[in-house]
Structure formats: structure tokens, C-alpha cells
């Protein structure tokens, strides 16, 4: 069965940095494109970041753009999302998802991250 | 950038048909994605491609899409269809591709 575990989420302050990792297993991951969706408690999803599945191709959201940073290592299969410059409504669930052909295919389960001073 | 919009809220009897719009300007020109997501659960893709199920998905779960609105249909709904649905597009004309709709709560009566 495909499994795609996020990990890497937590506690930070306002104006810090955190990295979250997904790891991929069961599945050819560089034939997948590979997203960051995220929701904030109580509310709906919001796509977060793109990167194809050779890494040549990436896009943001304006709320994360110049803050987040997505990269992928294939040989780990492995997608990663640094983000810095944490504010207060970036306190989310993180969900890794794949595309093979038609929308997300595969999700993760999530990982939580909480900005808050 | 593309926005769809999804009414907040749909109930429904047991049995009986729950049908869930997604508008959009155009959106009849896209391919339509549908998500199901039960409470403390991650998201899962319940029609792909405006009305394709993927494997394990149930026959009662359909979807249609034409002019500005695309709509998922449960039919003969069951207590465990209750969820959060969620319609996706790919919005190939800006910097942002994937497009989520607001959501709307299914609510089982």
C-alpha cells in the first residue's frame, strides 16, 4: 500500500523557521508530482506548493511565496517544504499529496505545525 | 486566480440523493476533482477527471460538470457519507495551478 508520512512539525514562534519532511515508500515517487496542501484549524484546504516530477517545475501560493521553499530528493523519496519567516496564520495541518495523473492521488496523514509566542 | 465556490452546507436524508455544486467561471473548460474528508482524516480523492472514480470508490459517488458548475452526486446516502467534500481544479492561466473550493459539510439527517 502507498504511504506518505509527513514528519517535522511542531512549536515555533513567530519569525522562525521549520523544515517538514514526507516520506514516500510503495510507489515510483519520481513519476509523481508532488504538493504541500495545508489547513488551518477549523477551516478548508489550501494548496501551499507544486514541484514536478523532476523537480523542474515549482509554484506557490502568494500567502507562502519568498517565505517557503519546496524540494524533493528522488533518490530519498523524499519532498521536503522549508518555511521561514513563520506568522501566526500559518498554523496548520501540512498534508503531502501526489499526482500521478488526475488530481491528488495519495495523501498523508498530516503534520502540525503551530506558530504562537 | 480561478475561484470556486461551494455552498457552506447540504443535508440530506438517509437513502436519499445529496448533490454538491461547485461554481466556477468557465469550469465546464476544466477537469474537476472531488475529495471526501471525515472528521480527523486526511483528504481522499472520491472522483477524478469531472466524473471518474478511482479504485474503491463506491458507484454511488458520481460527478458531473458543464457551463459554470460541476456537481458531485451521492446517491442512496449512508451515515458514513457524512464529511467535508471538497472540489479541486487545475488553473493552468495563473502562477497558482491547484485551486481548492471553500468546502461544504455534508450533513446527514
Known amino acids: 500500500e502507498v504511504q506518505l508520512v509527513e514528519s517535522g512539525g511542531g512549536f515555533v514562534q513567530p519569525g522562525g523557521s521549520l523544515r517538514l519532511s514526507c516520506a514516500a515508500s510503495?510507489?515510483?515517487?519520481?513519476?509523481?508530482?508532488m504538493n504541500w496542501v495545508r489547513q488551518a484549524p477549523g477551516k478548508g484546504l489550501e494548496w501551499v506548493s507544486y514541484?514536478?516530477?523532476?523537480?523542474?517545475?515549482?509554484f506557490y501560493a502568494d500567502s507562502v511565496k519568498g517565505r517557503f521553499t519546496i524540494s524533493r530528493d528522488n533518490a530519498k523519496n523524499s519532498l521536503y517544504l522549508q518555511m521561514s519567516s513563520l506568522r501566526a496564520d500559518d498554523t496548520a495541518v501540512y498534508y503531502c499529496?501526489?499526482?500521478?495523473?488526475?488530481?491528488?492521488?495519495?495523501w498523508g496523514q498530516g503534520t502540525l505545525v503551530t506558530v504562537s509566542s | 486566480s480561478y475561484v470556486l465556490t461551494q455552498p457552506p452546507s447540504v443535508s440530506v436524508a438517509p437513502g436519499q440523493t445529496a448533490r454538491i455544486t461547485c461554481g466556477g467561471n468557465?469550469?465546464?473548460?476544466?477537469?474537476v476533482h472531488w475529495y471526501q474528508q471525515r472528521p480527523g482524516q486526511a483528504p481522499v480523492l472520491v472522483i477524478c477527471?469531472?466524473?471518474d472514480r478511482p479504485s474503491g470508490i463506491p458507484e454511488r459517488f458520481s460527478g458531473s460538470n458543464s457551463g459554470n458548475t460541476a456537481t458531485l452526486t451521492i446517491s442512496r446516502v449512508e451515515a458514513g457519507d457524512e464529511a467535508d467534500y471538497y472540489c479541486?481544479?487545475?488553473?493552468?492561466?495563473?502562477?497558482?495551478?491547484?485551486?481548492f473550493g471553500g468546502g461544504t459539510k455534508l450533513t446527514v439527517l
Open positions: 499529496a501526489g499526482t500521478y495523473s488526475a488530481g491528488f492521488d495519495y
Open positions: 510503495k510507489f515510483s515517487f519520481s513519476n509523481y508530482e
Open positions: 514541484i514536478g516530477g523532476g523537480g523542474g517545475a515549482i
Open positions: 468557465n469550469i465546464g473548460s476544466k477537469s
Open positions: 477527471d469531472d466524473s
Open positions: 479541486q481544479v487545475w488553473d493552468s492561466t495563473g502562477d497558482h495551478p491547484w485551486v
